[in-house]
Protein backbone atom coordinates (compact mmCIF):
# COMPACT_ATOMS: atom_id res chain seq x y z
CA UNK A 1 0.00 0.00 0.00
CA UNK A 2 1.54 3.30 -0.49
CA UNK A 3 0.55 6.51 1.77
CA UNK A 4 -1.67 8.82 -0.12
CA UNK A 5 0.88 12.01 0.68
CA UNK A 6 3.77 10.48 -1.28
CA UNK A 7 1.55 9.37 -3.97
CA UNK A 8 1.11 11.05 -7.59
CA UNK A 9 -1.16 13.77 -7.73
CA UNK A 10 -3.38 11.83 -10.40
CA UNK A 11 -3.99 9.10 -7.56
CA UNK A 12 -4.75 11.25 -4.78
CA UNK A 13 -8.25 10.59 -3.03
CA UNK A 14 -7.88 13.95 -0.90
CA UNK A 15 -7.82 17.81 -2.55
CA UNK A 16 -5.02 19.88 -1.66
CA UNK A 17 -5.01 21.88 1.25
CA UNK A 18 -4.72 25.14 -0.52
CA UNK A 19 -8.41 24.92 -2.27
CA UNK A 20 -11.62 25.67 -0.55
CA UNK A 21 -14.03 23.47 -1.43
CA UNK A 22 -17.18 25.45 -1.56
CA UNK A 23 -19.77 24.96 -3.27
CA UNK A 24 -20.95 28.47 -4.80
CA UNK A 25 -24.22 27.32 -7.38
CA UNK A 26 -26.19 26.26 -4.21
CA UNK A 27 -26.47 29.79 -2.75
CA UNK A 28 -29.87 30.86 -1.26
CA UNK A 29 -31.81 34.19 -0.51
CA UNK A 30 -32.99 35.07 2.74
CA UNK A 31 -35.64 37.17 3.32
CA UNK A 32 -33.72 40.33 2.95
CA UNK A 33 -32.28 39.95 -0.12
CA UNK A 34 -28.88 38.99 0.89
CA UNK A 35 -27.41 36.15 -0.53
CA UNK A 36 -25.89 33.31 1.74
CA UNK A 37 -23.72 30.54 0.82
CA UNK A 38 -25.03 26.75 1.15
CA UNK A 39 -23.80 25.04 4.43
CA UNK A 40 -20.61 23.88 3.49
CA UNK A 41 -20.27 19.95 2.87
CA UNK A 42 -16.94 18.73 5.23
CA UNK A 43 -13.34 18.31 3.84
CA UNK A 44 -12.11 15.78 2.50
CA UNK A 45 -9.41 15.94 4.55
CA UNK A 46 -11.60 15.03 7.62
CA UNK A 47 -13.80 13.11 5.74
CA UNK A 48 -11.21 10.53 4.30
CA UNK A 49 -7.98 9.99 7.36
CA UNK A 50 -6.29 7.46 4.94
CA UNK A 51 -7.92 4.81 6.78
CA UNK A 52 -10.21 1.93 5.27
CA UNK A 53 -13.56 1.56 6.00
CA UNK A 54 -14.10 -1.81 7.27
CA UNK A 55 -16.00 -4.73 4.75
CA UNK A 56 -18.13 -7.58 5.40
CA UNK A 57 -15.42 -9.90 4.19
CA UNK A 58 -13.00 -8.57 6.66
CA UNK A 59 -15.00 -9.08 9.41
CA UNK A 60 -15.92 -12.15 8.07
CA UNK A 61 -11.88 -13.45 7.96
CA UNK A 62 -11.67 -12.16 11.90
CA UNK A 63 -14.92 -14.07 12.70
CA UNK A 64 -13.16 -16.99 11.04
CA UNK A 65 -9.68 -16.67 12.84
CA UNK A 66 -11.77 -16.14 16.43
CA UNK A 67 -13.58 -19.23 15.77
CA UNK A 68 -10.39 -20.97 14.62
CA UNK A 69 -8.35 -20.37 18.01
CA UNK A 70 -11.54 -20.79 20.07
CA UNK A 71 -11.65 -24.41 18.74
CA UNK A 72 -8.18 -25.21 19.21
CA UNK A 73 -8.62 -24.19 22.87
CA UNK A 74 -11.63 -26.53 22.79
CA UNK A 75 -9.67 -29.38 21.58
CA UNK A 76 -7.17 -29.12 24.14
CA UNK A 77 -9.95 -29.21 26.75
CA UNK A 78 -11.31 -32.25 25.54
CA UNK A 79 -8.45 -33.99 25.39
CA UNK A 80 -7.51 -32.96 28.81
CA UNK A 81 -10.91 -34.16 30.23
CA UNK A 82 -10.82 -38.12 29.01
CA UNK A 83 -12.15 -39.52 32.14
CA UNK A 84 -15.91 -41.04 31.80
CA UNK A 85 -18.83 -39.64 33.54
CA UNK A 86 -22.21 -40.70 33.21
CA UNK A 87 -24.45 -38.85 31.25
CA UNK A 88 -28.36 -39.24 31.96
CA UNK A 89 -31.84 -38.17 29.70
CA UNK A 90 -34.68 -39.31 30.68
CA UNK A 91 -34.74 -43.58 30.63
CA UNK A 92 -31.13 -43.59 29.09
CA UNK A 93 -27.59 -43.13 30.20
CA UNK A 94 -24.56 -43.70 28.75
CA UNK A 95 -20.93 -43.07 29.59
CA UNK A 96 -19.07 -39.85 27.51
CA UNK A 97 -15.89 -38.62 28.68
CA UNK A 98 -15.94 -35.35 30.37
CA UNK A 99 -14.96 -33.46 27.65
CA UNK A 100 -17.32 -34.75 24.94
CA UNK A 101 -20.13 -34.23 27.57
CA UNK A 102 -19.35 -30.31 28.03
CA UNK A 103 -19.57 -29.98 24.18
CA UNK A 104 -22.72 -32.10 23.53
CA UNK A 105 -24.19 -29.68 26.54
CA UNK A 106 -23.24 -26.58 24.33
CA UNK A 107 -24.27 -27.49 21.04
CA UNK A 108 -27.74 -28.48 22.77
CA UNK A 109 -27.32 -25.20 24.22
CA UNK A 110 -26.80 -23.25 21.22
CA UNK A 111 -29.01 -24.86 18.90
CA UNK A 112 -31.67 -23.94 21.54
CA UNK A 113 -30.32 -20.51 21.21
CA UNK A 114 -30.51 -20.59 17.05
CA UNK A 115 -34.03 -21.95 17.41
CA UNK A 116 -35.74 -19.13 19.57
CA UNK A 117 -33.60 -16.55 17.46
CA UNK A 118 -34.79 -18.05 14.25
CA UNK A 119 -38.17 -17.78 15.43
CA UNK A 120 -37.88 -13.84 16.67
CA UNK A 121 -36.73 -13.18 13.06
CA UNK A 122 -39.38 -15.09 11.81
CA UNK A 123 -41.88 -12.54 13.80
CA UNK A 124 -40.39 -9.58 12.57
CA UNK A 125 -40.09 -10.58 9.17
CA UNK A 126 -44.03 -11.25 9.18
CA UNK A 127 -44.26 -8.19 11.01
CA UNK A 128 -42.83 -6.48 8.43
CA UNK A 129 -44.64 -7.99 5.21
CA UNK A 130 -48.04 -6.76 7.46
CA UNK A 131 -46.90 -3.04 7.81
CA UNK A 132 -45.25 -3.13 4.08
CA UNK A 133 -49.05 -4.16 3.15
CA UNK A 134 -50.61 -1.42 4.72
Known amino acids: ?18 EPL ?3 SAET ?3 GGAV ?3 P ?5 DNKNDGKVKGSFAASTWIALIVGFLLLIVLIIFILQNQHQVPLNFLNWSVQFPAGV ?3 ICAIAGALIMALVGG ?3 FELRRQ ?5 RR
Not at 1 to 6: D, I, K, Q, R, V
Not at 40 to 44: E, G, K, L, M, S
Open 29 to 31: TSG
Open 119 to 121: WRM
Open 36 to 38: EPA
Open 101 to 103: TYL
Open 1 to 18: MTNPENSPEEFRTTAPAD
Open 128 to 132: VRKQA
Open 40 to 44: RATDY
Open 22 to 24: TDL
